[in-house]
Nanobody
Framework: QVLVVESGGGLVQVGGSLRLSCAAS????????MGWFRQAPGKEREFVAA????????YYGDSVKGRFAISRDNALNTVFLQMNNLKPEDMAVYYC?????????????????WGQGTQVTVSS
């Protein structure tokens, strides 16, 4: 069992920045591929970013490319999502997910464990 806990959400103005953190425990963090997804009210869960177990490979959804950056610190068992130039359409609950595999995926169904989510609110 892997426990996934997000933190760092909050209220930010349009154009501002926010950094989300996600800590995973219960299994060797190096064995986990990690991803971020988001879901706005009335919308389907959307892929945001993913990172391989080593951190070498990263993937981004089209709507966040060039603005968001995913990274991980395996010594801290933590993955980060740096969000810059936030827009009103970025407002959502952000979920961190862990995949017990060395194979990366951007597909939500491919992840094994999920956090409870953290709210990001963007005010204009």
């Amino acid at each position: 069992q892997v426990l996934v806990v997000e933190s760092g959400g909050g209220l930010v103005q349009v154009g501002g920045s926010l950094r989300l953190s996600c800590a995973a425990s219960g299994r060797s963090f190096r064995s986990l591929a990690m991803g971020w997804f988001r879901q706005a009210p009335g919308k389907e869960r959307e892929f945001v970013a993913a990172i391989s177990w080593s951190g070498v490979r990263t993937y981004y959804g089209d709507s966040v490319k060039g603005r968001f950056a995913i990274s991980r610190d395996n010594a801290l068992n933590t993955v980060f999502l740096q969000m810059n130039n936030l827009k009103p359409e970025d407002m959502a609950v952000y979920y961190c997910a862990a995949k017990v595999s060395l194979v990366d995926t951007t597909y939500a169904g491919g992840y094994d464990y999920w956090g409870q989510g953290t709210q990001v609110t963007v005010s204009s």
